[in-house]
Structures are given as structure tokens and as C-alpha cells.
């Protein structure tokens, strides 16, 4: 009897199923017609079309999207009438009519959206097709490819392999990426993909009629999918292929103009971005201005070509680049020409260039030194050696590459590199006097300090590759280290504000002549941050040696540390949201510059609120690299058994076992996260429900579907809610218990650009419930972490 009844409710419940949503074949007939809650599924069952709504509004539309991956989140791939949506689907529907095209009738059969055709067909059908595109054709026509229309030539915002992306000499028609207005918004937005064809083909992302993005010229196959590129008389255009048909893979612009190839990862049930542009400053069009060569693992990332100086250096040492460069012996005609040969760079823009498929490059220099107007030349096919490229006029967008470099050769005055060679062989014999005093003076200085420390250690010479400052100038700096001036201090000593008599402000840390560790800090700063150059990263001027006296000079940071401001009910109303998410998103992007675009792949191993500096426009700067360490080549960690870091930050395979790598620091970036968006510590949080910490009280209410309690009541109508609740997500994603479940920094700053959907996160580390008293007791006995003091622990379990 119960299993009857069982059976029964089960065909109750699919009829009703059935009713809200049936799917059909993968034909639409001119005797068929689809209406809300009826959807077309490819062969296959990769794609399927209907009618669909985006989260967060009533309006309806036409669109295509992965059938297979429509339980865990629906990802819209082409949208009919995005700029005209649906009201009222009651009556609408989507039909296939004579001569061959699809029309979108409302409920008052007023026309939303149709196809065109230039020819007629006695019996026509809209396929949808495997790959995603959706074709009308004649029933009875055999060959897909013989079709009267097809989605594939109207793309919205999503490349899918096989759609070409590019333009159709013959007809005019051009291809092109156009984003959706936000994620629930599929409008026509301001940023858009195209492959501009004259004279040279290149893919563009734009900002309005402004170049935003240039994509590189010749970008390199991987192991998921190959790049196809056609240029002949009939067309040009771009597209992928997978490699493996299994994978699902599609290149998107995102609402804010980014270019990102997203993979689906079926055990996390999400899109992994495989790769994203831009992916660094670096890559915003024509930063550096006219011959300047922008590279990120450089301070300042402009520099002016080798040869050439600033058009305006007074501008260029104020990080405005945008007049560049000019050469430094001007180009005379009349006069005899060189070429100088730059490699490893992302070629110039080639919108004023001409090309040749045929030359091999002795031709290219020949054709070039013969006209006075070419600036430069290039081989256009590496793989074969030839054709040409010449370029005419200033050569601007250029960028330094690691790999996948090319070759440019620029056009010079002979004269000026004679004398240049002169200038620059008197110049390196006073570096070189220059560089000696100063090494020999920081070996004096390293003997005095190793020999009053009675302690060795194996210092290399270039480590300290710092300004040395006298310790009579920081003495006055400070005022005789007044106790007015002391703005800071730790377990290293203290740190004091200073000014300089050129006017300049700095901020001095004085190391503790008792403290080991503060000595162990210096060198780890020294040999670290030294070399580390990023805007939200605090920059060390230099150091200060005499004795047993040892000092760090910083640039001073008017509005000091993060913690200051979020943990303070007062000063906490300064920040409205749009200063919060700033300051995320820029400690998350200098986060980013250390785990992977610094010359050194380091691990800060102690990010917390007091550690983020701010300064006159409350932009975040990371500080203290006492802790730091660097890890070789593509190694990800460690393991010590000296553990440092602060309560509350550190991670559990961290804390437990000494296991650090660029996951820990994520962790710790998570926590100060959720600790930014509610104004609560996590160590030390107390609720009057339970007695998680912040951790484990965000987890609470994220799988309650209640995260929107965790903001700070301070933030008002500042809030954007949807930006707060990714925050949050991205917050938990990042302290989630498994190392290797945690995002990269990375994926972290694309998350947060981003309006992509988001994993959904797995349980936290260290979010269990305590026993407050004993926590209160054991804090007593330790010196009270609500001043985050950094801790060493050694010989971890």
C-alpha cells in the first residue's frame, strides 16, 4: 500500500515537473512552436534553448545555454533579444515561419526579435546543433553547413570553439564580442572584441570607440584547446578548438573587459579560468606612450626602450608615461641608418604598419632602409622565417615578455650609437668606482655587526643592495628618536616617524639590540623586500648601519594600519564600501605580485590587518617581510619548524604541522576579508548564539543563506550588496580546510573583478566551537593577541 501510494506521488510529482518545463527534440518545425517552459535540447544534450530569466529579474529572453551543467548553474551562452526582453511570456512564443527565419512574438504578437534571409526555402527548421549554434535550413538539406542563418554569426558575449570571431569581406558582416551590461543584464555593455583587420589583423578589446586591451598578436597552443587563424581575400578571422571534445571550454568578455578562457571543472562543479586578459597592468593599451616597453617585474614597470630617453622627464619621474619616449640622437634622413634589434617583447600596435607574406627578413631591412618613413620591421610568420611587417610612424603598446617574446628591429642614426657606446663605457667606470665604495662600505658595516653579534651567518653582498643612510641624519630625522615621534612598536623594537631635510617623510623602524629576532627580521626584509616592487606594497628607501645600531627607513604612511580603522567604531565609518572593496581588491593584487609576477615567488606568512599600511588616499600597502620567505622555481611551499604568524591568520596546515606555501597566505587573506566587511576580529569574535569565531560565524550564516548579517552596520547605503556577498563567498572560499581547495591569488583577483558565478565553498579550518573561558584564560597567560602579536613556535606537532 505505501509503496503504491509512493509510485503514485512520484508520477504526480513528474507530471508536474512536466508541465512547468518539456523539452523537445532539436528541430523547430513551421508546425512547432516554443513557449515559455518549453526548450529545444541538442543531439548530444550539450546545449539546450528556451526561454530563461536571469537571477535578480523578471525579464525573459531567448538564449542557449549548457544543459549539462544547468543543476549547478546556469551558464547563458547566446541571447536572441537582449536588447528588447520579454515582460510577459504568457502568450509569447518562438516560431520558425517562411521564408526561412525565427521570429519572437510577444503576447500581444507584437514582433521582439527575428532572422533575416537572403534566400527562401519551401519547408525551413532551426536546428540546434551540438556545438551550440543554432541554424535555420531547409528540412530536407543534408549538409549543416548549406544553412539560411546561424547563431554562430551573432555571437553576444561568449566565443564557443568553432565560432569564428572576426569579419566576412565579401558580405561586410563582422563577428564580434559584445559584453552583457552586468550578470543579470545581457544589454549590450561598453566593452567589445574585435579583430581589427586593416592592415594587419589583431584582436582589440575596446571601451567605447577607445582601445582598452590589445590582444597579442600570436598567442600559443596548450593542452586544451588550439588556436585557429584565417587571413585570406575572402576573410579574417580567429577561433579555438578543443583538443579533448570531452571538455567544455569557452572564451567570454566579462562585464568589466575582461577576455577570459573559462574550463568547466566537474569535481568542483565551477569554471576554472584557464586564462584572463588583461592579467597585469602591463597589459593596458599604450601605458607606457611612444617607445616605452612596459614590464611588471620592473620598478616603475615603463621604461624607455635601450637607445632611447622620456619625451617629458620631469612627467616620467612622476609616473606619468603617457608622452614616452624619444631617441636620443634623432633620425636624419640624410644620414645613414641602423637597425638595433629588441627581443622578447609583444610587438608595437600594428594599426600603422604594412605587411609583406613573401620577403625574407634581409629583404624586410633592405625595403626598410630605403624609406625613411619606416620606423621598424619584424618577421611576420616565425615558424617559416618569412614575411615582413613594417611599421610606420611612433611604436606604441609595447610590453616586455618572459616567453613567447618576438624580434622588432628599429630604425636608429649610426651616429648616435658611436658616441651612446662612448657615453655608456665613461658612465660604467663610475658606476663601477661608485658601486665598489658602496659595497665595500656595506661589508665594513656587515663586519662591525656580525663581530658585536658574535653571531654567523652567510650574508651575499648583493642582498643589500639598499641607499645607506647616515645614523647622525636619522637621529635628526627623529628628533633624537623622541618619544613623540615614536608611532609603532613590536617585538623588534620600535618604529618612529621622521622627517628628512629635503622634506621628505619616513617611517624608521629601530631594531631592539636585544632582540634576535628582530635581527633575523632585518636581513629577511632586506634581502627580501628590497627587491620587491608594487604599488600596494610598502617601499623600503633604505637602511641604516652603525654599530649595534640597525634601521629600516620606509616611506611614511600618514594613515597607518588597516587595523586602526575596521577594528574602531569611529574611525570604521570612514570606510563606506567602495573604500573596503578597494582595499581588498589591492591587498589581494599585491598578494598576487608576490606568489607570482615578483622576481621571487614569496610566501608573506604573517598578512593581518596591521600589516597593511595605508596611505594619504587610503590605499592599502603590505608591510613587514620579517617572516617572508622566498621558495624556488614553481615550488608552491614548505615546511619549517620554526612556525611564525599571529593567532587568528594562520592556517591549520600551517599551525599544526609547519607547513607553509601561497595557500597559508590566502588563508590568512580570507580572514582579513570577512574581518574588512564586518568590522569583527576573528580571534577574540564573540556572538551571544554560539561560540564560533568569525570563521566559523560567517560559515553559519553563509549556509543558512544569511551572509547579509555578517556586514558591519556602519556601511549603510554605501553597501553593494552583490559585491558584498561575492566578497564574503571569496572570503570563505579562501580559508576553506584543504590547501588545495583554496583558490590562488590569482583566481582570487578575478573572482572579485569578476561577475562570473562562484563555487560554492567547502568547510572552514579553525572554525570550530571553543570554550570561552578557557580561552580567556590561556589569553591572559599570553600576552593578549587583540594587539596581534606575532608569534614563534617551534618544534610544531
Request: overall charge positive; some cysteine; glycine content about 6%.
Amino acid at each position: 500500500m505505501e509503496a503504491s501510494f509512493f509510485l503514485l506521488f512520484l508520477l504526480s510529482f513528474y507530471s508536474t515537473i512536466h508541465e512547468i518545463s518539456t523539452t523537445t527534440t532539436d528541430v523547430i518545425t513551421t508546425n512547432q512552436s516554443i513557449i515559455d517552459g518549453e526548450t529545444v535540447v541538442s543531439s548530444g544534450g550539450t546545449f539546450e534553448l528556451g526561454f530563461f530569466s536571469p537571477s535578480g529579474t523578471s525579464k525573459q529572453y531567448i538564449g542557449i545555454w549548457y544543459k549539462q551543467i544547468l543543476l549547478h548553474a546556469q551558464t547563458v551562452v547566446w541571447v536572441a533579444n537582449r536588447e528588447k526582453p520579454l515582460t510577459n511570456t504568457s502568450s509569447a512564443v518562438l516560431k520558425v515561419i517562411k521564408p526561412g527565419i525565427i521570429v519572437l512574438y510577444s503576447d500581444k504578437n507584437e514582433i521582439i526579435w527575428s532572422t533575416n534571409t537572403s534566400r527562401s526555402v519551401q519547408n525551413p527548421v532551426a536546428l540546434l546543433l551540438d556545438s551550440g549554434n543554432l541554424i535555420v535550413k531547409d528540412a530536407n538539406e543534408e549538409n549543416p553547413e548549406n544553412f539560411l542563418w546561424q547563431s554562430f554569426s551573432f555571437p553576444t558575449d561568449t566565443l564557443l570553439p568553432g565560432m569564428k570571431l572576426g569579419q566576412n569581406f565579401k558580405t561586410g558582416h563582422e563577428n564580434y564580442l559584445s559584453e552583457w551590461k552586468n550578470h543579470n543584464d545581457p544589454t549590450p555593455g561598453e566593452f567589445t572584441l574585435h579583430v581589427e583587420v586593416d592592415p594587419y589583423p589583431q584582436g582589440i578589446i575596446k571601451r567605447g570607440s577607445s582601445v582598452s586591451t590589445r590582444v597579442a598578436q600570436r598567442v600559443g597552443n596548450n593542452n586544451i584547446y588550439k588556436i585557429q587563424s584565417v587571413f585570406n581575400k575572402e576573410e579574417v578571422y580567429y577561433s579555438f578548438s578543443l583538443i579533448n571534445s570531452s571538455v567544455l571550454s569557452r572564451l567570454v568578455l566579462t562585464s568589466n573587459g575582461y577576455l577570459q578562457q573559462l574550463t568547466w571543472v566537474d569535481q568542483t562543479k565551477s569554471w576554472n579560468i584557464y586564462v584572463s586578459l588583461p592579467s597585469n597592468i602591463c597589459d593596458t593599451y599604450n601605458i607606457c606612450g611612444a617607445y616605452g616597453s612596459c614590464d611588471v617585474y620592473a620598478y616603475p614597470v615603463c621604461q624607455c626602450l635601450d637607445k632611447f630617453v622620456p619625451k617629458n622627464p620631469q612627467q616620467w619621474e612622476k609616473g606619468d608615461w603617457s608622452e614616452g619616449c624619444v631617441r636620443k640622437t634623432p633620425l636624419d634622413c640624410n644620414k645613414e641608418h641602423v637597425f638595433v634589434k629588441y627581443s622578447g617583447i609583444k610587438l608595437p600596435y600594428s594599426k600603422y604598419s604594412q605587411y609583406n607574406k613573401t620577403m625574407t627578413l634581409d629583404r624586410c631591412r633592405d625595403a626598410c632602409s630605403r624609406n625613411c618613413s619606416c620606423t621598424a620591421y619584424s618577421s611576420l610568420i616565425i615558424s617559416s622565417g618569412k614575411g615582413c611587417l613594417f611599421w610606420f610612424g611612433e611604436l606604441i603598446d609595447i610590453k616586455k615578455l618572459s616567453e613567447r617574446g618576438q624580434d622588432i628591429y628599429i630604425t636608429m642614426d649610426s651616429s648616435g650609437l658611436v658616441s651612446d657606446t662612448g657615453l655608456k663605457r665613461k658612465k660604467g667606470e663610475i658606476l663601477a668606482v661608485s658601486f665598489s665604495l658602496l659595497m665595500a662600505m656595506i661589508l665594513l658595516g656587515l663586519i662591525l655587526l656580525l663581530h658585536t653579534r658574535k653571531k654567523k651567518m652567510k650574508l651575499k653582498n648583493k642582498e643589500f643592495e639598499l641607499p645607506l643612510f647616515q645614523f647622525s641624519t636619522i637621529k635628526r630625522a627623529t628628533n633624537n628618536f623622541s618619544v613623540e615621534n615614536k608611532i609603532g612598536e613590536g617585538g623588534y623594537g620600535h618604529v618612529y616617524k621622521g622627517l628628512l631635510e629635503d622634506g621628505q617623510e619616513i617611517a624608521v623602524k629601530r631594531l631592539s639590540r636585544t632582540s634576535m629576532q628582530g635581527f633575523d627580521e632585518f636581513k629577511n626584509e632586506v634581502i627580501y623586500i628590497a627587491k620587491l616592487q608594487h604599488r600596494n606594497l610598502v617601499r623600503l628607501l633604505g637602511c641604516c648601519i652603525q654599530g649595534e645600531e640597525k634601521m629600516l627607513i620606509y616611506e611614511y604612511m600618514p594613515n597607518k594600519s588597516l587595523n586602526s580603522y575596521i577594528f574602531d567604531q569611529t574611525k570604521s565609518k570612514l570606510l563606506d564600501w567602495p573604500k573596503r572593496f578597494h582595499i581588498i581588491n589591492r591587498i589581494a593584487r599585491g598578494l598576487l605580485y608576490l606568489h607570482q609576477d615578483s622576481r621571487l615567488r614569496i610566501i608573506h606568512r604573517d598578512v593581518k590587518a596591521s600589516n597593511v599600511l595605508l596611505d594619504m588616499e587610503m590605499n592599502p600597502k603590505i608591510s613587514d617581510f620579517g617572516m617572508a620567505r622566498s621558495v624556488a622555481g614553481n615550488e608552491m611551499g614548505a615546511r619549517t619548524r620554526h612556525v611564525v604568524g599571529t593567532y587568528g591568520y594562520m592556517s591549520p596546515e600551517y599551525a599544526v604541522d609547519g607547513l607553509f606555501s601561497v595557500k597559508s597566505d590566502v588563508f590568512s587573506f580570507g580572514v582579513l576579508v570577512l574581518e574588512i566587511v564586518s568590522c569583527k576580529r576573528n580571534r577574540g569574535f564573540v556572538h551571544q548564539d554560539h561560540n564560533l569565531n568569525l570563521i566559523g560565524h560567517a560559515w553559519k550564516l553563509y549556509k543558512e543563506g544569511r551572509s547579509l548579517e555578517l556586514i558591519d552596520d556602519q556601511l549603510g547605503d554605501s553597501c553593494d550588496i552583490s559585491q558584498v556577498l561575492r566578497s564574503i563567498q571569496v572570503g570563505l572560499l579562501c580559508v576553506q580546510k584543504r590547501p588545495e581547495d583554496r583558490p590562488s591569488m590569482f583566481a582570487v583577483v578575478h573572482m572579485l573583478a569578476n561577475e562570473t558565478l562562484l563555487p560554492k565553498a567547502k568547510e572552514p579550518g579553525f572554525f570550530t566551537e571553543r570554550n570561552i573561558y578557557d580561552e580567556a584564560k590561556s589569553e591572559s597567560q599570553r600576552a593578549s593577541s587583540k594587539n596581534e602579536v606575532t608569534i614563534s613556535l617551534l618544534d610544531p606537532r
